[in-house]
T-cell receptor
């Protein structure tokens, strides 16, 4: 089991640029979550999917953020245009229901 | 709404000693799961231990054990024989059994281990 795989591990970009974060959940897991972690706010749930369908995106900060899950093995989180306040660590996590959340290693995003 | 509270932002322990991290939660449900996650400086979120609310017995994983007090809604983590590698942020988390997609995290406790 390869675990949840996220890429890239680090991303540095300039304000106004588009950023795309990628995630491959654990095979067989039907729930996928995107979290953002900052010192000020801790872990925030942005959006989650069930069977590739977005269920709750109430945590997405604003329209600049969008997420997709075109199939069971891939999801993206896109920020367009990016702003310095988007700098954070973004985690993807998956679960098969009654199993615990399994996290990826996170993407550290820095927007200058 | 469910909330998870970790009242100790930071703690320190001497290597080989025992330390207890506190967590309380608020819920009206009778069936749920509780977790402790460890986040070392590498930032990976690692599951340390899991407790099912319907089980009376406290969960144990090697040097890690919990004290689950359901009536008090308390879920503390005890680390015995602390090692330098235990230094990390520790997050307490709650999962609703019926809406198991709902996970709630505490704000974390930073554990320092002194040699």
């Amino acid at each position: 089991d390869a675990g949840v795989i996220q890429s890239p591990r680090h991303e540095v970009t300039e304000m106004g640029q588009e950023v795309t974060l990628r995630c491959k959940p654990i095979s067989g897991h039907d729930y996928l979550f995107w979290y953002r972690q900052t010192m000020m706010r801790g872990l925030e749930l942005l959006i989650y999917f069930n069977n590739n369908v977005p269920i709750d995106d109430s945590g997405m900060p604003e329209d600049r953020f969008s997420a997709k899950m075109p199939n069971a093995s891939f999801s993206t989180l896109k920020i367009q245009p990016s702003e310095p306040r988007d700098s954070a660590v973004y985690f993807c996590a998956s679960t098969g229901g009654t199993s615990p959340l399994h996290f990826g290693n996170g993407t550290r995003l820095t927007v200058t | 709404a469910q909330t998870v509270t970790q009242s100790q932002p930071e703690m320190s322990v001497q290597e080989a000693e025992t330390v207890t991290l506190s967590c309380t939660y608020d819920t009206s449900e009778s069936d749920y799961y509780l977790f402790w996650y460890k986040q070392p400086p590498s930032r990976q979120m690692i599951l340390v231990i899991r407790q099912e609310a319907y089980k009376q017995q406290n969960a144990t994983e090697n040097r890690f054990s919990v004290n689950f007090q359901k009536a008090a809604k308390s879920f503390s983590l005890k680390i015995s024989d602390s090692q330098l590698g235990d230094a990390a942020m520790y997050f307490c988390a709650y999962q609703n059994t019926y809406n198991f997609n709902k996970f709630y995290f505490g704000s974390g406790t930073k554990l320092n281990v002194k040699p």
